[in-house]
Structure formats: C-alpha cells, structure tokens
C-alpha cells in the first residue's frame, strides 16, 4: 500500500501475523472477514474457525502474510463490521499456538512401521487408524514441529495430509479478544 | 392496527410486506425511490396503504441506477436516510453503481431489494442475484431477512447503521415469501445496542488538549475540512474555531459549502484542481488540522512530497482512517461537531492575553489574503464565442442564492463547477466524489429536490454524464420534480479528451460523442422545457427564467471542447506544482 515516506520505518517489512477474533455465528460472516482482507492484498495461509463457550459466538484465528502498517489497516477494517465484535493479533512469544495434523502414511513392512512409531512417539503422537500398508497418526504442535515431523516421514512416503491451521489463545489469566457482555441480538 | 393487551408492541400476524412498510413509518421514511418487479411488488402493494394516507411517497424511476443516486442526493441534501428499492436479480444489480457511490462518499443510504423466495435461494431461479454476495465490499452492512419476525429488529438496525457513526450504504434483500409470510412482530423503541458497532462519539481529552496546544502555537496553521464535516453538521463549530484563531481552510470536494467560501478565511477547494491558493499553500503549514477528510489522492497527488514538513491533527469517525494514507502525528477518533466543540472549549482554557498572534502567523494570514484575492478570477471571463465554461460559472453564480443547490455531473462540468461557484452553506454543493460516477447529476439532483423543494437545484452537467441517466426526465416530468439541468456540452468526454491533450500528444481516442442527440428535442419528447444556448448573452437570461420555473428546464450549452480545467495537478504529481490556470501569473506577481 502506499504510505507517506516521511515517516516509515521497517513497517514494511514483510512477516506472519496470528489474527484471533470473536463473531456472531450468523450467515455469511465468514465471506465479509475474508473478503476485506482480500482486498487489502493480504495473503491468508491458514484458518481455524470453531465456536466458543458461549451460544451465538465464534472464534477465528487467521494466520495472514502482509507488512505490520496494512495489517493494522486490516483489523481496523474488520473491528468495523457489525458481526465482527473484538479483534486481536497474538503475538507469539506471548501466546501459545496448536496445530493439529492428521497424517497418511505408508508402512509397507514391519520394519518400516516400528520405524514410524518410534518417531511418533518422539513427537508425542498418536496412531489412530492402521491397515496393512499405511497408517494415519495425529501430530498436534505449533506448525514448525508438524513440518519437521512431515519430514521425516517423507521417506516413507505421505499419502495425504490435512492439518487444522493453527489455534493460538494468549498465556495468563485474561481473555483477549473478549467476548463483550452487550446482549446477542435475534436474528437470523 | 389491533395490539394485544400484556405485550403492548406486540401485533398478532401481520402480514411480512405490511411489517416492512409499518418500520419504515416508523424510522420516518416520507420518500423512497424505486422501480417495482416481480419480486418487491407485493412490498408495494403494501405501500398502498400507506400512500393514500400521505405517510409514504414512492418516487417511480425508469431506471434503479437513478433511484440509488436519487436516494444519495435526498440523504446529502436532507441530512436524512435516503431510501432506495428495486426487485431481485437485474433490479438489485442495476443498483449497485449507486450503492458504490455511496459507499465512496458515506451517504446514509438503505436499499430494498426483492429476491426470490428463500427456497428458492441458490438454485439460479429466474431473477435471481446473490445482491448480498456482489454488494459486500461496498456496504457498511447488509441483511438477508428470513424470518418474517426479523423485520422490525432488521430494518431498524438497517436505519441506525446507515445514519450513525460514518454513514453509509446499507442493503435489506426480502426474500418474496418473507414478505407474504404472517407472523408475530415486535416494533422496537429507541436506539438498539449492537454489540459489534459502537461509533467513538467524544475524541480523546488527552489528544484534545495536545491538537489544541498544537494549533495554538502553530506559526501557519491550515484546516483541511471535508466531507466530514458535512454529514455532522459542524459547519459552525467549523466557523468558529476558524475565527477563534485565524486559521485558513481550504476544502475537499465533499467539504465544499462547510464554510462560506467567500468567508475570508475559506481559501476553497484544493487537491487535483483545486485553487491555486489551496494547493500552493497546504505544504508550507506548520500544523494541518484535518477533519472528516480521508486523505484521498485526488487532494493529496504524491504522497512522498505531500505535508512532509506539517504537524498533522486528524479528526475522523472512523478509525479506520487514521494513518491509512498519511501517518498523522494527532488522531483524534471521534464526531467532527462533538471533537471541534471541545477543542475550542480546550482552546478557550489556553488561551491568555499574552497568547496574541505572532508576527509570522500575521505575515502567514497576509500571504494566504493575498493570495486568495488573486484568485478571485471569475470576473475576468467575458461572453465570448465558443462559449467558455467559466463564463457559464460566472452567469450561474448570479443567479444563485444561499439555499440554492448545485448538483454536479462528474468530468471538467464538475471541476468548473466545484473550483468556480461559492457555496455558501453546507449541503448545498453534491457533487460524486470517491467514484466519480457518470450519470450522478441529473438523478442527485432529483433526489435533492425532493428533499428540499423549496430550494432551486441546479444539476451542472456533461452531455457525456446526462445521457447516461436523462431517461428520467419522464420520471421529473410524471412526479412533478421541477429541476434545471445546464449541460456545458462539448460533444465530448472532456476530461479524458483533456488528459488525451495534455499526456497522450492529443491522440483523442474515443472521446467524441459526434453532433447527436439533439437535447432540445430529446426533452421536449418527455414533456419537458429544453434551450439550445450558442450565444453567450443568452446564458443569464435563460437561467433566471429556469429559476423561476415550475418545470424542469435543460438548457443545452455549447461550450468550447478545447477549454481545459486548471490549475490541474497531474496524477502523481505534486500539490506545490499544479499547471497554473491562465490568469494566475498575471494576477499574482510573487
């Protein structure tokens, strides 16, 4: 985006941002919050939608790529819709951050597969399906320990893979972003 | 209608369409501007009702693009919501350009759209558009209703969104079995409270007292007023602190009227063709008080060498504006009125007796007196033939009063309207800014009029941009909506034939309209007044008959297509070197 030369310092500078926002649980919200971040050119690598504690409230976590200035343009945008009720960003050295994976894996042989629980137990996964020449396990971390289990089991062959995208909440006692008291309206 | 005793609001199945027009009573809706269609038409066969009993007036138009204009140009001239509707699918799209102009320059704007029965949704049923889906990124909000119960609670929410906070766009889609459905409703009282929607309303007492010490001490201090100011109605507490200190002003477009623009103070409208004054002096202040004003490129051109040596104080509603294109050294989020009110009570504290003007900021004051009186060039246009456009601004000024009100179609008829005539009050000037809409005048003026039909509305038009809207002219002529149209026609699309002139080595591609229509002709068909006016004398005779006229008059100018718009700032280019208009060297000599 353009900016004032005057005045920038390394804000340009290009990195991961984790975006954490309670909605209301209506139709269409997901559409509104993705499209303006669309339209501030922000790249979206990973998402994690689910709702919270309390009926009629979600929680969103976004992971984005963009430079911190258009990032602070982006969540002021999305404090402005009206399902969109509280936005934070979290930082990472305050905040701890999940990933889960469920990964196909091929295991051709006995060797092959004890080669493969041990790795697993290493990463503290678990096993949850197995047949006669594959098994999926699930991985949960932050996304740097899923891709270097990935790793590793590339030579064995990685028949697929789906992960969540990451789920972060802030360390301490406070809650951020808070869901406010104000009454949830009825409508749908 | 009959209430049931224990819930006194509560009114037992009511038909869906009588609920909608009951809450649009209710938010005082007196007109809407729309076209009928399969899908809203039993919403107006509810209005009905309502219709003969004086309470809601529909102003049939002969195209939705008109009725979203109309409704821009009612909520700019009124202060109020403008209602617009339309049926589903090519109804609801034709709206959407109107809606983007809106969303562009913040006009409190609700727009009705039918859609087809919510069964139906999704399944490409005839005259289905997914309106909600292709107008997102240009509403401040938008509802689908689904329960015939919703509609009290959603169209109020509609009406709160679109006038509050920074006005806006709100579209409402009615599915056609919400509005046949019968059910229960509860008619709401009051302002709701929207948990994800909170305007910050009063700025910040820190950052007020520090903006106030700021402007104290400033040497050469600037007000950039805008649209903002506007939709607020700060224009005296504008006026006030102005005095207060001494402070110059120069305007957006959209803030064009905030001030008086022959109050000495008011240097008028600055960025891309702006006054010489406005723009030769925004970078040489000390400390810029920006307010309602969002830092378009059209004001600021390069932003590397725009206010790189200025103090800047900005007071917006939205917060979202803050530091978006120009990092600011004061924000203050918060209501132009609200945030003006305390700066000058904060400035009224600091002041003392001692605190009197500076020498510079009297030498400051003097330059921009200067200045400004060279600027003062309209006189100088004589009524010669080809006729020039600033001699039609000179002929239309006297003809003005204060309540009068210009509407602009967009292209140079624009830019000579907006840099030339004195606008004396707000909302008196409405004009598309933040898109730049062809086809806006005539629609826009229509709507104002409706709004203010005491008031003469002048639409100053482009043959290109009327003949983008001019069918309704039925809808002036069947409606009674008396307006005057004055095309300053070149049988062009100026403003790019003057970009074609001055970058593109005079290639003019696709920019001439050729000798038809014959304007006289196409208004007399709907029953209307035209003139053809290619002798200058004409010109302020025919206008001060239009005034007084209780029809719409179009009176067809045929202006010089080799006149260009300056001073102009060229994209990109920088606010302290605009192309100078003709007399500016020869009247200031510095």
């Given amino acids: 985006m353009t900016s004032n030369s005057r005045k920038d310092g390394n804000e340009n500078q290009v990195r991961k941002h984790i975006i954490a926002f309670i909605v209301e649980d209506r139709p269409g919200v997901m559409a509104r919050v993705t499209g303006l971040i669309r339209r501030r050119n922000f790249n979206i690598t990973q998402i994690s939608v689910a709702r919270t504690q309390i009926e009629n409230y979600t929680r969103m976590t976004f992971v984005v790529q963009g430079d911190s200035r258009t990032l602070e343009q982006a969540i002021k945008q999305l404090r402005k819709q009206v399902e969109v009720l509280k ?102 | 209608m009959t209430e049931t005793t224990g819930c006194d609001k509560k009114v037992p199945f009511m038909k869906g369409a009588k609920v909608i027009a009951e809450s649009l009573k209710r938010e005082k809706v007196k007109n809407i501007f729309g076209i009928t269609g399969g899908a809203i038409m039993i919403l107006y066969d509810a209005l009905q009702e309502y219709e003969k009993a004086g309470e809601l007036n529909n102003i049939l138009c002969r195209h939705e693009q008109v009725a979203a204009h109309a409704a821009e140009g009612y909520a700019r001239a009124s202060g109020e919501v403008g209602v617009c509707m339309a049926t589903s699918g090519p109804g609801a799209t034709n709206l959407v350009t109107g809606i983007a102009d809106a969303w562009m320059d913040s006009s409190s704007v609700v727009a009705l759209t039918g859609q087809v029965a919510t069964s139906l949704i999704g399944g490409d049923a005839f005259q289905e558009a997914d309106i909600i889906g292709i107008t997102m990124p240009i509403v401040k909000s938008s509802f689908q209703i689904r329960r015939v119960k919703d509609i009290p609670l959603i169209i109020k929410m509609a009406f709160q969104l679109a006038r509050t906070g920074r006005p806006g766009p709100v579209l409402v889609d009615l599915p056609k079995d919400i509005q046949v459905g019968e059910d229960e ?151 132009a009125k609200t945030v003006l009110r305390q700066l000058i ?20 004051q003097k330059r921009i007196k200067e200045m400004r009186e060279a600027c003062d060039c309209l006189e100088e246009y004589e009524p010669v033939t080809p006729i020039k456009p600033q001699y039609i601004m000179k002929e239309l000024q006297k003809v003005l009063d204060d309540d009068s009100i210009v509407v602009t179609g967009v292209g140079r008829n624009q830019m000579w309207a907006a840099h030339h005539l004195r606008i004396r009050k707000p909302r008196r000037f409405i004009s598309s800014g933040g898109l730049g809409t062809m086809g806006f005048g005539f629609p826009a003026s229509l709507g104002a009029k409706v709004a203010k039909p005491d008031s003469w509305v002048v ?60 304007f006289v002709k196409i208004t007399e068909a709907y029953g209307l007044e035209g003139i053809r006016i290619e002798n200058p004398s004409e010109i302020g005779p025919a206008l001060r008959e239009a005034k007084k006229a209780d029809h719409t008059v179009v009176i067809d100018i045929a202006v010089d297509k080799n006149e260009n718009v300056f001073p102009m700032v060229p994209a990109g280019g920088s606010t302290d070197q605009p192309i100078p208009c003709e007399p500016w060297p020869r009247r200031y000599k510095k």
């Fill in chain 2, 185 to 335: 409703v509860y008619f709401y009282e009051g302002e709701l409270e929207i948990a994800g929607y909170n305007p910050n309303i009063k700025g910040h007492p820190l950052q007020i007292k520090r903006a106030a010490k700021a402007l104290l001490e400033a040497e050469r201090p600037l007000i950039i007023a805008g649209g903002g100011v506007t939709a607020s109605n700060a224009s005296p507490e504008l006026i006030e602190l102005v005095e207060m200190l001494g402070i110059p002003v120069v305007t957006t477009l959209m803030g064009k009227g905030t001030i008086p623009e022959d109050h000495p103070y008011c240097l008028g409208m600055v960025g891309m063709h702006g006054k010489m004054c406005a723009n030769l002096n925004i970078n040489k202040a000390d400390v810029i008080l920006a307010v309602g004003m969002r830092f378009d490129d059209r004001v600021t051109a390069d932003l590397t060498t725009f206010l790189t040596e200025s103090k800047i104080i900005h007071i917006d509603i939205d917060s979202a504006e803050i530091s978006k294109n120009v990092l600011v050294d004061y924000p203050i989020v918060g209501d």
């Fill in chain 2, 459 to 518: 639409d100053v038009d482009g043959d290109g941009s009327f003949l983008m809207t001019h069918q309704d002219l039925a809808t002036s002529f069947v409606e009674n909506i008396p307006v005057t149209v004055i095309i300053l026609d070149d049988r062009s699309l100026g403003m790019v034939r003057q970009w074609q002139s001055l970058f593109f080595e005079k290639r003019f591609v696709e920019t001439d309209l050729g000798t038809v229509p014959d």
């Fill in chain 2, 345 to 364: 009570e904060g400035l009224k504290t600091l002041i003392t007796s001692s605190s009197s003007n500076s020498d510079k900021k009297t030498a400051w």
């Fill in chain 1, 87 to 188: 936005v934070s960003e979290l930082k990472p050295q305050t905040s701890v951050v999940r990933e889960l994976a469920l990964i196909k894996v091929k295991s051709p042989d006995v060797n092959a597969r004890n080669e493969i629980i041990q790795y697993i137990n290493i990463f503290r996964g678990n096993i949850i399906d197995i047949s006669p020449t594959s098994l999926i396990c699930e991985i949960t971390g932050d996304s740097e320990k899923i891709d270097a289990f990935l790793k590793l089991m590339n030579s064995f062959g990685v028949i697929e893979v789906a992960r969540t995208g990451i789920t972060a909440l802030v360390r301490g006692s406070e809650a951020r972003p808070k869901i406010p008291e104000t009454p949830y309206l009825d409508y749908v």
